[in-house]
């Protein structure tokens, strides 16, 4: 008689995965939680960005009998850049590695300009980029920068600094992605004329947003001026509004009266301020001698 051997099997289970990025959670299948530690994830993060399509890439690392997912990837999706170019404009793109505070790390920008542009232009354009960006991403950690590109706080001042040689309708990063680790001595050193450049472009959208609040304040201290007009005098608010419109019009055919008056009686003077003497024609001549 053959014996038979009983194979053991475990049952998998869902075991809940951390995204702190997204501050969301998803559940991979696995017998033990140690064997989700190094798996990769795709994840679409276009509800979570309002229709701003990317996918993310993330890996699964487990600290303290926790897993936590931290990207490698994003990409931006072709259909969306699709969908924002437009006839008669150009786009700038590039590929280039670049070192942050922990990996090397591959960056791609894409650009669209507003309307057809020299080929001058989109050199400029696409040094000034790599340049930009070459210094922002030296100075920051991996995780810090992917964050920065899903909130939009990387590309917001960079089309700040690229509006001065032309504007732009789309600047975004269409795929940003880890390649190795660095080691100690290839880490580059930190200055301080790159921050100083990134806080003024931070302090410029910071201006941005005060001059809209202050336009958002204003129209509504006129809403409610109209409101009280309208209890007090019972009027309706089309008639309050035509007299408004009203005034500054009496007001400026008034201007145009008194600019005349003082037109017609410099015409009167002569350049000194006296009279101006009548010409002698022939006939006077003629009469005088």
Same mark, same amino acid.
């Given at each position: 008689?053959?014996?038979?051997?009983?194979?053991?099997?475990?049952?998998?289970?869902?075991?809940?995965?951390?995204?702190?990025?997204?501050?969301?959670?998803?559940?991979?299948?696995?017998?033990?939680?140690?064997?989700? +530690?190094?798996?990769?994830?795709?994840?679409?993060?276009?509800?979570?960005?309002?229709?701003?399509?990317?996918?993310?890439?993330?890996?699964?690392?487990?600290?303290?009998?926790?897993?936590?997912?931290? @990207?490698?990837?994003?990409?931006?999706? @072709?259909?969306?850049?699709?969908?924002?170019?437009?006839?008669?404009?150009?786009?700038?793109?590039?590929?280039?590695?670049?070192?942050?505070?922990?990996?090397?790390?591959?960056?791609? @920008?894409?650009?669209?300009?507003? !309307?057809?542009?020299?080929?001058?232009?989109?050199?400029?354009?696409? +040094?000034?980029?790599?340049?930009?960006?070459?210094?922002?991403?030296?100075?920051?950690?991996?995780?810090?920068?992917?964050?920065?590109?899903?909130?939009?706080?990387?590309?917001?001042?960079?089309?700040?600094?690229?509006?001065?040689?032309?504007?732009?309708?789309?600047?975004?990063?269409?795929?940003?992605?880890?390649?190795?680790?660095?080691?100690?001595?290839?880490?580059?050193?930190?200055?301080?004329?790159?921050?100083?450049?990134?806080? !003024?472009?931070?302090?410029?959208?910071?201006?941005?947003?005060?001059?809209?609040?202050?336009?958002?304040?204003?129209?509504?201290?006129?809403?409610?001026?109209?409101?009280?007009?309208?209890?007090?005098?019972?009027?309706?608010?089309?008639?309050?509004?035509?007299?408004?419109?009203?005034?500054?019009?009496?007001?400026?055919?008034?201007?145009?009266?008194?600019?005349?008056?003082?037109?017609?009686?410099?015409?009167?003077?002569?350049?000194?301020?006296?009279?101006?003497?009548?010409?002698?024609?022939?006939?006077?001549?003629?009469?005088?001698?």
């Amino acid at each position: 008689m053959v014996q038979q051997t009983k194979v053991i099997t475990k049952r998998k289970k869902f075991f809940g995965v951390d995204i702190p990025i997204v501050k969301t959670k998803i559940e991979l299948v696995g017998e033990t939680i140690d064997q989700l +530690n190094g798996r990769t994830v795709k994840l679409d993060l276009t509800r979570q960005l309002r229709g701003k399509s990317v996918e993310a890439v993330l890996k699964v690392k487990i600290e303290k009998d926790s897993a936590i997912a931290e @990207p490698i990837k994003i990409v931006l999706m @072709p259909y969306f850049i699709r969908r924002m170019i437009r006839k008669r404009i150009s786009y700038v793109e590039d590929s280039f590695s670049v070192p942050t505070q922990e990996s090397l790390v591959k960056v791609k @920008p894409f650009l669209i300009t507003r !309307k057809k542009v020299s080929r001058a232009v989109r050199r400029t354009l696409r +040094n000034l980029t790599k340049n930009w960006l070459e210094d922002y991403l030296a100075e920051r950690k991996d995780q810090e920068i992917f964050n920065d590109i899903l909130t939009n706080r990387l590309q917001k001042p960079l089309s700040l600094k690229l509006k001065k040689t032309y504007p732009l309708s789309l600047c975004e990063i269409r795929v940003l992605e880890i390649i190795r680790p660095l080691q100690p001595s290839e880490v580059p050193k930190i200055e301080k004329k790159v921050k100083l450049e990134i806080e !003024k472009g931070l302090d410029q959208l910071a201006e941005i947003e005060r001059e809209k609040i202050k336009q958002a304040q204003e129209e509504i201290e006129k809403t409610q001026k109209m409101a009280i007009k309208v209890e007090e005098t019972k009027e309706s608010p089309k008639e309050i509004i035509k007299e408004a419109e009203e005034k500054p019009k009496e007001e400026i055919k008034e201007n145009k009266t008194k600019d005349k008056k003082e037109i017609e009686a410099k015409k009167n003077l002569g350049s000194l301020g006296k009279e101006k003497k009548p010409r002698k024609t022939k006939k006077t001549k003629d009469k005088e001698e």
